[in-house]
């Protein structure tokens, strides 16, 4: 993937066919497809106050079941479909450019082939979209966790998730966290290169 930021959007360019599926999926991890709108919605818009400590608090989280929950639903599923909105202007893109050395094997330069023939993306967004996408990003990340537990998983880091595969760590979780940590990527490029400090 190649980040850049023009004068009215941002652009991701060359997203590899993974990251293109990750992107893809974004709005409904979001949305919580995978824990149920119920407990989705637990997540995503907690009481600000556990029982044992609202007690005598009851008129606060009516307060808050009703005018402020309803305004952060429709805030997250705004955000989401923007996100998913966004998706659909997707164009075709170029392979990032990898020069073989000269005396490159046949096996090196049937590799660089087939990594050049994949299909590629490049995905050009609003500096409006700023903050929908980071929000989407966060629920996703939050969903996630909450499925798969994965934000205090010492192994999610992309280095061990690598080296944990080797030594027996099944592939699907290797892959959810490959994903988490793509979105806690493109977070950080989101804050350090476009949102006010």
């Not at 990750?22 to 637990?42: D, S, T, V, Y």
């Amino acid at each position: 993937m190649k980040f850049s930021v023009t004068e009215d959007s941002w652009v991701l360019d060359q997203l590899h066919p993974a990251e293109w599926h990750f992107i893809c999926e974004l709005p409904l991890i979001a949305a919580g497809r995978e824990l149920g709108e119920k407990r989705a919605r637990e997540v995503l818009l907690p009481d600000p106050l556990s029982l044992e400590n609202s007690q005598g608090e009851e008129e606060f989280i009516e307060d808050w079941q009703e005018f402020v929950q309803p305004d952060l639903a429709a805030a997250f599923e705004s955000d989401r479909s923007k996100v998913a909105t966004d998706l659909e202007s997707a164009e075709m893109s170029d392979p990032p450019e990898i020069a073989l050395p000269e005396d490159a094997s046949p096996e090196q330069i049937a590799m660089l082939e087939e990594f050049r023939s994949l299909t590629w993306r490049k995905l050009t967004i609003s500096l409006d979209h700023v903050e929908p996408w980071y929000s989407a990003l966060n629920q996703a990340r939050l969903m996630m966790n909450e499925k798969h537990e994965l934000a205090e998983d010492e192994t999610r880091f992309m280095g061990n998730v690598i080296r944990e595969t080797d030594d027996g760590m099944e592939p699907d979780r290797a892959l959810l966290m490959t994903q988490y940590e793509f979105y806690s990527i493109v977070q950080s490029i989101l804050i350090d290169q476009l949102m006010e400090p």
